[in-house]
């Protein structure tokens, strides 16, 4: 099998193996890494079918990761997705109407950071390994709000390894940050900025580009990594479930092989619904990729208009994880359109820097047509959550309703009788303040906690394990920061200087 390397979007000749794209987690020139060639699945559909979600982890995974032996990744799918999962299927699939969900939130926090985040330690350790690494990983993190929690749970306690991740303080859900602030381990650090989070993404990158701050980290004996959606590692594990919604169709007899199917996926920082693109080249059969946004729309106008524009007003909504204005992972897709033109992807992102936006040429946005954008207000997004309910008894969280109530969109206007999968992202019991309002139709006095119990009634199912505990946790994270003082923060968590 031929070996894949990963080079910069922005250019940067060197091409290194997986493991050092992952330790790095960006590319020095502040690009990020792509496959220069993206292998094919070429296994029987029937022979496909027969798999367990493991041992199709390890054949999607072994192509992009060609540096690692089989017996090693079968050894990190094997930790990763094990009995942490509430469900042995891992990622099933539910069908109500004509709709089939899949959901991705069984995992220990309950939102499909998950599916990436429990095997990415993992690879990352593998990873220092091969690269002969002698210093401390720092996992620098800034999170929406499952991110921070996903990668805590995977990386706490993982020796050799510091993890720090930045919130908004004021632009998550009270379980997310309860979640996030009650993690135990001694290498992991919590802080809150003040602000939203592309400030929090914004200051992170900083840090990883900065190279006097790396030059201090490389004296103290640190070298920095990241867990974010711009890591490879995390896109790779990723690219497994869109096949395995697809097999669990086939087997079911719901679409013969070979047949197209559509994905809508609640986006924010574009990093699931470009794996579901990944999976698309690796040799899916993926007909549109529904891109669904919520009220912070820059994705729907950019596919609609070719125009990014940053400079826009910011919302806060129920679907936080998606409030964001700078989808990192949209120029890895750039990249691809554009022919792999480094040059021109380079000039875009200095352009979005300098001047909030930037423009694509028509041949671009053809070259990006299996996508369709689509958005839903917060009003849509309450009345999905309702309709689903009220027809199937099914509950769906705010995250996954914005997909519901795109897709619902997409059918009026296309009449696409394509089979559709909604990407379900994050358990309702995460949101369960606004799945009950939607519900309900009014406004929940119960505080947050309280109304857990509340939804597991109206569920008529117990509240998952991972967050039953979640009232009586002690806080152990209480700092907060205002934007500016992130690189602050963390010289003093690790005493650099
Ligand atoms: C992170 C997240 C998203 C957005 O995914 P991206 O990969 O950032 O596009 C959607 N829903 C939930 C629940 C999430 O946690």
């Known amino acids: ?20 794209a992952i330790v790095n987690g960006i590319a020095a020139d502040g690009g ?14 029937a022979e496909l ?8 982890a390890l054949q999607i995974m072994r192509l992009f990761l060609t540096d690692y032996t089989e017996v090693e990744l079968a050894a ?16 099933p699939l539910a069908t109500h109407g004509s709709v089939h969900f899949l959901e991705l939130y069984h995992g220990p926090t309950l939102a499909f950071k998950d599916m990436a ?15 002969g690494l002698t210093q401390e990983v720092v996992i620098l993190t800034a999170t929406s709000g499952d991110t921070g929690k996903a990668a805590l749970e995977g990386f706490a306690e993982v020796p050799g390894v510091k993890i720090i991740v930045f919130f908004p303080e004021h632009g998550v859900s009270p379980v997310q940050k309860r979640q996030m602030v009650t993690q135990a381990g001694a290498n992991t650090y919590v802080i809150g900025i003040e602000g939203n989070f592309d400030d929090a993404q914004s200051g992170v990158k900083a840090m990883f580009t900065d190279a006097q701050l790396r030059q201090q980290m490389q004296q103290a004996g640190y070298v920095f990594s990241s867990a974010n959606s711009i890591n490879i590692g995390r896109l790779v594990p990723q690219v497994v479930y869109y096949y395995y919604a697809y097999l669990q169709l086939l087997s079911q007899g719901k679409v013969r092989a070979e047949q197209a199917i559509n994905f809508a996926v609640p986006t924010g920082n574009f990093g699931n619904i470009l794996a579901a693109y990944y999976a698309r080249c690796l040799g899916l059969p993926i007909g549109k990729l529904i891109c669904a946004s919520n009220t912070n729309k820059v994705l729907f106008d950019f596919l609609t208009t070719g125009v990014y524009n940053k400079d826009r007003q910011f919302f ?29 992807v380079k000039d875009q992102m200095t352009y979005l820097t300098q001047q909030g936006h930037y423009q694509v040429p028509s041949t671009v946005q053809t070259a990006m047509s299996s996508f369709v954008g689509g958005y839903a207000t917060e009003e849509a997004t309450a009345a999905a959550i309702s ?24 059918l009026a206007d296309s009449g696409d009788p394509t089979p559709t999968v909604v990407v379900s992202t994050a358990s309702p019991f995460k949101f369960a303040k606004d799945v009950l309002e939607a519900i309900a139709g009014q406004q929940p006095t119960e505080d947050e906690f309280t109304l857990l119990s509340k939804l597991a009634q109206t569920a008529a199912q117990p509240v998952p394990a991972a967050i039953r505990d979640l009232p009586t946790r002690p806080i152990l994270h209480k700092t907060v920061c205002e934007k500016d003082e992130m690189r602050q923060v963390v010289e003093s968590i690790l005493q650099l200087s």
């Open 1 to 20: 099998m031929a070996e894949v390397m990963y080079r910069s979007t922005r250019g940067e000749s060197r091409t290194v193996a997986a493991a050092e």
């Open 32 to 45: 990020l890494y792509v496959p220069t060639e993206i292998p094919q699945l070429t296994i029987p559909w």
């Open 49 to 56: 079918a027969a798999l367990s979600y493991q041992d199709l």
């Open 76 to 91: 990190a799918i094997e930790q990763a997705y094990d009995a942490k999962f509430d469900t042995p299927a891992l990622a």
């Open 117 to 131: 985040l429990s095997i990415l330690p993992h690879l990352l350790r593998l990873a220092a390994q091969k690269c």
């Open 316 to 344: 806060v909504t129920m679907s936080p994880s998606m409030d964001i204005l700078i989808s990192s992972n949209l120029e890895r897709l750039l990249y691809h359109a554009s022919g792999e033109n480094t040059a021109w």
């Open 387 to 410: 309709s689903v309910y009220q027809q199937s008894h099914y509950l769906i969280d705010p995250h996954t309703a914005v997909a519901y109530a795109v897709l619902q969109q997409y």
